[in-house]
């Protein structure tokens, strides 16, 4: 089978499946628990000096596959956190990472008592409340880098717009990223009570789960082709598939939360052991070999000379007549389950092609 194990900044996991900062990491149980069911590295919740007062309730799932959360950072304060679980979660035998925030005044301190605990192995620091401006994450990852003796890596929002600029002035502070945090604000409410979903001050929310995949592709692979940094990825994880996503955009790890939340901490060793075999079946032997490949093979947009039109693989279709229903130009209909396309009428927008569950449809270029 092909080899998983990996290593950042100097640290080796023996996967690239990770906790993430959330409420899969909110204590020592939880995170050992992580533990078991498989992942390569544990991603404590977010601490400040003070517990945080949650309000209630905090996440719901408004569609499939995606979360939609009012949490804040670790109920627990500072002092407890870092005395009482984190010893608890080095029994796992695996790399340990904090997160914290927020200010710069708050990140020096957690970052001297974490390096006087000696209990993790690196530090993730966020910027979810903190702004977007380069000069001030810079002065936020100096307070932290200058107090803690291991790497240091910044969780980016995608609320984040000069993206190169926030880039180039915290790679000379830190030793990686991390992107992305989750969406929002975000709202859902009630149509017959008109009242939010969740218990904050305005309803609103933060959106996290299968709906957010793209975003966070496009920061990981925007952040990996501005840096030697590495990167690691979060965001929209459900299957092994966008484990795999993640890597050839340029992540070097993933961290998985959302999928976590809703199907069980197991999720993490499964997806390590489904990534070993679409290794093995795909004839990589390391996940290094794929770290990137997106940006290494990517080809540049071309206008081509014809006009391409979906063909149908009859062996392969089941006539479920998605492709049928979905075609909003009519250009598709199947008549004594034969496949029939109008050219007139396609304007080769290449949607039936991604929804076709069987794969039986691909764009190819008109026959001249």
């Known amino acids: 089978m092909a080899d998983v194990k990996t290593t950042i900044c100097g640290i080796d996991f023996p996967n690239p499946v990770w906790t993430a900062a959330g409420p899969g990491g909110a204590d020592a149980q939880m995170l050992l628990r992580a533990a078991r069911g498989g992942a390569g590295g544990l991603v404590a919740k977010t601490i400040s000096l003070e517990g945080a007062r949650v309000p209630f309730p905090n996440i719901i799932s408004p569609f499939s596959g995606s979360l939609l959360n009012a949490e804040l950072w670790s109920e627990h304060g500072y002092l407890h956190f870092i005395g009482r679980e984190l010893p608890k979660v080095r029994e796992a035998g695996i790399p340990v990472i904090a997160s914290v925030g927020y200010s710069a005044e708050e990140l020096a301190l957690l970052g001297k008592e974490l390096d006087r605990a000696g209990a993790v192995d690196a530090v993730e620091f966020s910027i979810h409340y903190v702004g977007k401006?380069?000069?001030?994450?810079?002065?936020?990852?100096?307070?932290?880098?200058?107090?803690?003796?291991?790497?240091?890596?910044?969780?980016?929002?995608?609320?984040?717009?000069?993206?190169?600029?926030?880039?180039?002035i915290l790679e000379d502070v830190i030793d990686g990223f991390v992107a992305i945090n989750?969406?929002?604000?975000?709202?859902?409410?009630?149509?017959?009570?008109?009242?939010?979903?969740?218990?904050?001050?305005?309803?609103?929310?933060?959106?996290?789960?299968?709906?957010?995949?793209?975003?966070?592709?496009?920061?990981?692979?925007a952040i990996a082709?501005?840096?030697?940094?590495?990167?690691?990825?979060?965001?929209?994880?459900?299957?092994?598939?966008?484990?795999?996503?993640?890597?050839?955009?340029?992540?070097?790890?993933?961290?998985?939360?959302?999928?976590a939340v809703l199907k069980g901490q197991e999720v993490y060793g499964k997806l390590a052991a489904d990534l070993s075999k679409w290794l093995d079946s795909h004839g990589f032997r390391t996940v290094r070999e794929i770290v990137g490949l997106y940006r290494k093979e990517r080809r540049e947009p071309v206008q081509a000379e014809a006009r391409l039109f979906p063909q149908i693989d009859e062996e392969l279709c089941n006539l479920c007549l998605l492709c049928e229903r979905s075609c909003i130009h009519q250009a598709i209909h199947f008549e004594d389950k034969e496949f029939h396309l109008d050219r007139t009428r396609c304007l080769s927008c290449?949607?039936?092609?991604?929804?076709?569950?069987?794969?039986?449809?691909?764009?190819?270029?008109?026959?001249s």
């Open 133 to 168: 401006e380069p000069e001030n994450l810079k002065r936020l990852a100096s307070a932290l880098k200058d107090n803690v003796g291991v790497p240091v890596l910044a969780k980016l929002s995608p609320a984040v717009t000069d993206l190169e600029a926030v880039v180039r």
């Open 182 to 221: 989750s969406v929002g604000p975000a709202l859902d409410f009630d149509i017959e009570t008109r009242q939010p979903l969740l218990g904050s001050e305005d309803g609103r929310g933060w959106l996290s789960g299968g709906a957010i995949l793209p975003v966070a592709l496009h920061y990981v692979e």
């Open 225 to 259: 082709s501005l840096t030697d940094k590495p990167v690691i990825g979060v965001g929209g994880v459900r299957r092994v598939e966008d484990v795999v996503k993640h890597l050839m955009a340029g992540a070097s790890a993933v961290q998985v939360c959302s999928l």
């Open 350 to 367: 290449g949607l039936c092609c991604s929804l076709c569950p069987k794969v039986a449809l691909s764009l190819v270029p008109e026959k």
